[in-house]
């Protein structure tokens, strides 16, 4: 008996030994990671801290591309001082070739199309075109070595517009750029005063000029478009293609339910009514946050629409405009905007454009319609003359006969009541109740 236990705990023990050589060859294994795991929060947090990493990192490295574009242009901008102040340039000889095979170099072009002066100097980046009007007839811009006074001239592609001593072209590198705007920055290319400019948190993004579309207070914040597009500058500017924007507005006190309404009905102002397109609580539990969205485009619309209801604006964020937001914008920091975004600007309301001239050219012609379809009285003497005998015969067979005169229907010709059967068949179960 003592001689089989003692084999049956030998047998044991070379078990456990087995076994435990068995674990620690799968602690070793590439499988360790599915024995000890982690728990969610754990590992989403560490995802994010990896993204954060890597945003952070790939901000650094284009600000430091940014930068050294940037010094290479200052470098150039050296480079071509001192080429003018007596540098050491060297000496190409010139080869004089005269006759019929000499090649003349390519004139350029002063514009590709007929267009406004003033016109012509926004495209040409040097204002825009309402500060283009005050320039022009300042006497500042000459066309063909004479001073122009006229905003309207047409300039030709082959006249030659001089500005501050330098000859202009239509600008074909367009840039655009959007802007996370900050406070305390003024929304103009240069103030006399010598404060912020929006311009200052974009000299480093291209060496053309920039100006930018539309205007935000110096205390308002968010999406600010910079460009020198003159076309596309006057499209979100024009208030016939009704540009939205979202501005998110921080009140002194909770905005009533009275005023609410109020607002969304429309408001009177100084320079007259306002509407607004919609209007919403930011956050259900503070009331003092309103997200407003609207499209008029006059100066300070909305804090004047709150100050009205007597509210006082702590802070005003504009959101979205043309329908670009500051996603992955941080504040102060500016992106260009991309070929797909630039498409959807320039095309944005077309639609829109279109479908209010043709409404307004159908309402003419139905006004037109209605103006032929009514009669005019009868003035022909024999025709009058023919009814009343038509009358009188009638009287003179049956005197106690009351003679009816048709009567005139109100109803214009081919205007329908309804437009389709299930409409005629609603208003039937709603009037006298379904048969």
């Known amino acids: 008996m003592t001689a089989l236990k003692l084999e ?6 070379h078990l456990l030994l087995e076994n435990s050589k068995k674990l620690q060859t799968m602690s070793q294994s590439p499988f360790q990671k599915f024995t000890v795991k982690k728990k969610n929060s754990v590992v989403k947090e560490q995802i994010r801290q ?12 284009f600000d430091n591309l940014k930068e050294e574009k940037y010094q290479a242009m200052l470098a150039k901008r050296a480079q071509k001082a001192a080429g003018g ?14 006759g019929p095979d000499a090649k003349k170099p390519p004139v350029q072009r002063t514009t590709e199309e007929v267009m406004p002066l003033n016109k012509f100097l926004a495209h040409c980046g040097v204002c825009s075109r309402r500060e283009a009007v005050k320039v022009v007839t300042d006497g500042k811009v000459k066309v063909n070595n004479e001073v122009m006074s006229e905003p309207g001239y047409k300039v030709l592609p082959t006249d030659e517009v001089i500005f501050n001593g330098k000859k202009l072209f239509v600008t074909k590198n367009l840039v655009y750029i959007l802007l996370n705007k900050p406070k305390d920055y003024i929304t103009t290319t240069d103030d006399p005063q010598g404060r912020k400019t929006v311009l200052q948190l974009t000299q480093k993004a291209t060496t ?5 579309i539309g205007r935000l207070d110096r205390n308002t914040s968010g999406v600010l478009l910079l460009t020198n597009d003159g076309d596309l500058t006057q499209k979100l500017s024009h208030p016939s293609y009704e540009i939205k924007k979202i501005y998110e507005v921080k009140l002194d006190k909770n905005l009533t339910k009275e005023h609410f309404d109020d607002i969304l009905k429309g408001l009177t102002l100084e320079d007259g009514q306002i509407f607004v397109d919609s209007l919403a609580y930011a956050d259900s539990k503070d009331k003092s946050i309103v997200g407003i969205e609207i499209h008029s485009g006059r100066n300070r619309i909305v804090r004047r629409i709150f100050e009205s209801l007597g509210y006082d604006v702590k802070g005003l964020d504009r959101v979205m405009y043309a329908g670009l937001t500051k996603k992955n914008v941080e504040r102060s920091k500016w992106r260009f905007l991309s070929e797909k975004e630039i498409r959807l600007l320039k095309y944005m309301n077309e639609s829109k454009k279109k479908s209010k001239k043709i409404t307004d050219a159908e309402n003419s012609e139905s006004n037109n319609e209605d103006i032929k379809s009514i009669k005019p009285p009868i003035t022909n003497k024999k025709a009058v003359g023919a009814i009343d005998a038509d009358k009188k015969i009638k009287k003179e067979k049956d005197p106690t006969a009351v003679v009816k005169e048709r009567p005139v229907s109100d109803k214009k010709p081919g205007v329908r009541k309804f437009k389709t059967h299930s409409e005629k068949k609603k208003h039937k179960i709603t009037a006298g109740g379904k048969k």
């Open 8 to 13: 049956m705990l030998t047998f044991v023990a």
């Open 50 to 61: 990896e993204k954060k990493k890597a945003r952070a990192d790939k901000n650094a490295y």
């Open 85 to 98: 102040t007596g540098a050491v340039i060297p000496h190409v000889p010139k080869t004089n070739k005269k």
């Open 208 to 212: 053309e000029r920039v100006y930018p």
